[in-house]
């Protein structure tokens, strides 16, 4: 009976250290929790919505953005905003961000990594928008941070060790007749490349929609895989 006891627990053991070399392998925490996500992004994002520790490349959208801010405040998190002078409160709160649950770092100076790296310690999603390019060192830390405390990071930009990157596409405004009205809003393709994925998943909605949220229209497609020439 000891003896089966001692082999469960070194399978225990074992079991533990392999995780931990994959955890360091793979950039990431293996039950990583999920972060509130719109719905439409969620069914486009690898495993199914943004998850603690990993990081995200986005375009240069606010709306986009912002939308990925809103849920997580709403569900009572702290998110933060770096190098964005331009973001604006109002703008913000007209997505369904809330306020109280914002902060707002609009110029960071040249050592933006470590201040995004800082607000990792207790904010659910840090957002940067960097004033220059990142080290692998300092990536390499911050990604380290990201998974010892269980923040998101999105960056708007390239980022190397990003879990996918969001791509916007074939923008249509709506709400303007003849001279008059105002723009209501707009239809977007977002697209979402990932390490997991052979091919991009892109759906079709409104961003935003008329009452300033995130709604998809129709469901989200795997793009087709471009084919090689044999030869």
Same mark, same amino acid.
């Given at each position: 009976?000891?003896?089966?006891?001692?082999?469960?627990?070194?399978?225990?053991?074992?079991?533990?250290?392999?995780?931990?070399?994959?955890?360091?392998?793979?950039?990431?925490?293996?039950?990583?929790?999920?972060?509130?996500?719109?719905?439409?992004?969620?069914?486009?994002?690898?495993?199914?919505?943004?998850?603690?520790?990993?990081?995200?490349?986005?375009?240069?959208?606010?709306?986009?953005?912002?939308?990925?801010?809103?849920?997580?405040?709403?569900?009572?998190?702290?998110?933060?905003?770096?190098?964005?002078?331009?973001?604006?409160?109002?703008?913000?709160?007209?997505?369904?961000?809330?306020?109280?649950?914002?902060?707002?770092?609009?110029?960071?100076?040249?050592?933006?990594?470590?201040?995004?790296?800082? +607000? &990792? /310690?207790?904010?659910?999603? !840090?957002? *940067? @928008?960097?004033?220059?390019? %990142?080290?692998?060192?300092? =990536?390499?830390? #911050?990604?380290?941070?990201?998974?010892?405390?269980?923040?998101?990071?999105?960056?708007?930009?390239?980022?190397?060790?990003?879990?996918?990157?969001?791509?916007?596409?074939?923008?249509?405004?709506?709400?303007?007749?003849?001279?008059?009205?105002? +723009? &209501? /809003?707009?239809?977007?393709? !977002?697209? *979402? @490349?990932?390490?997991?994925? %052979?091919?991009?998943?892109? =759906?079709?909605? #409104?961003?935003?929609?008329?009452?300033?949220?995130?709604?998809?229209?129709?469901?989200?497609?795997?793009?087709?895989?471009?084919?090689?020439?044999?030869?």
């Amino acid at each position: 009976m000891r003896t089966i006891v001692r082999e469960e627990v070194q399978q225990a053991a074992d079991l533990h250290r392999l995780r931990a070399q994959l955890e360091r392998m793979q950039g990431r925490r293996l039950e990583a929790p999920l972060l509130p996500t719109p719905p439409v992004l969620a069914d486009l994002l690898p495993g199914g919505g943004l998850r603690a520790g990993a990081a995200y490349a986005l375009p240069s959208s606010s709306g986009l953005l912002l939308s990925l801010l809103a849920r997580p405040t709403r569900a009572g998190s702290w998110c933060a905003a770096v190098g964005m002078p331009d973001l604006g409160a109002e703008a913000a709160a007209g997505y369904g961000v809330v306020l109280d649950r914002l902060v707002l770092v609009p110029e960071p100076g040249p050592r933006w990594v470590a201040v995004a790296a800082t +607000l &990792a /310690e207790v904010m659910t999603i !840090v957002a *940067v @928008r960097p004033g220059a390019r %990142a080290t692998d060192a300092e =990536a390499s830390r #911050l990604q380290a941070r990201l998974r010892d405390r269980g923040a998101a990071l999105l960056v708007q930009g390239g980022w190397p060790q990003a879990e996918a990157v969001l791509e916007i596409s074939d923008p249509h405004w709506s709400g303007l007749g003849q001279g008059h009205g105002y +723009l &209501a /809003e707009r239809e977007v393709t !977002v697209s *979402v @490349r990932s390490r997991r994925a %052979a091919a991009p998943r892109r =759906a079709r909605m #409104l961003l935003p929609d008329p009452a300033g949220s995130l709604t998809g229209i129709g469901a989200p497609v795997a793009a087709p895989v471009p084919l090689r020439a044999v030869g």
